[in-house]
């Protein structure tokens, strides 16, 4: 393949990574929404929500870090917040085989970035053969955008705004339908994989019917999730 061949298939992919960003960008914009609300109201400052939403690019675990804020010690909140984003390390792994190429710099930073959505649309797209290391990179980088553009638009304009009243209209579903409708396809490829993820949301709700507690509930399914999709997967390479 020619350089200029080469250079046109990666902006192809560059193009094609951004669209792709395009349907998971209101999810992005009203949760960032959300977090940046609720860190104005916990007295939060522009420098701060901005080094979190860049550094942890997370609303489970940048509501949870807001909640004990005030009562724990920062070793606390750095276990927290790897404890309810570990499940990126799985998402990156996940797509590891087809972020290739030679600049290391672009795998890097796009598994640095990647959260739910952007992970939801690489899936997608590997599962059309589409998927490589500059859409990846793109979508990331395009979410990303959205994600601190969201927050800092809560956090300016949203002193009339709490997040009980956007969780009231229902905005905190689109994270679960979102993530739900992967299932189909995920289950499609893997159906061994159908166990691991009813047992672990039939943990969690259980756990949050009971305790109420959703960061806690959040733990424990993935926790159980992968520990059951580990166990499935040395049975099965024991069986070949």
């Given amino acids: 393949m020619s350089y200029e061949s080469s250079m046109g298939a990666a902006r192809r992919r560059l193009a094609e990574g951004t669209i792709a960003a395009v349907p998971f960008l209101p999810k992005v914009l009203i949760f960032g929404l959300i977090v940046g609300i609720a860190s104005r109201n916990a007295g939060w400052g522009l420098t701060e929500l901005f080094i979190a939403s860049i550094g942890v690019n997370a609303a489970t675990a940048q509501l949870a870090v807001l909640e004990f804020k005030d009562d724990a010690t920062v070793g606390a909140i750095v276990a927290l917040t790897i404890g309810l984003n570990g499940k990126h390390l799985f998402f990156s792994a996940s797509l590891w085989p087809y972020l290739t190429g030679p600049a290391r710099w672009r795998r890097w930073l796009t598994a640095s970035m990647l959260t739910d959505s952007s992970w939801a649309a690489c899936q997608l797209a590997a599962h059309k053969g589409t998927l490589s290391v500059n859409f990846a990179l793109a979508n990331t980088l395009v979410l990303t955008a959205g994600w601190v553009s969201g927050c800092m638009a809560g956090f300016f304009f949203g002193a009339g705004l709490t997040p009980a009243l956007l969780f009231s209209w229902g905005m905190d579903a689109l994270v679960p339908l979102s993530m739900a409708l992967l299932l189909p396809m995920g289950f499609r490829r893997r159906p061994d994989q159908i166990l691991p ?41 024991r069986c070949l």
């Fill in 197 to 237: 993820v009813a047992g672990a949301t039939a943990m969690a709700l259980a756990w949050w019917a009971f305790t109420d507690q959703q960061a806690a509930a959040l733990l424990l399914s993935s926790a159980i999730g992968m520990t059951f999709s580990l166990i499935l997967s040395k049975r099965k390479k």
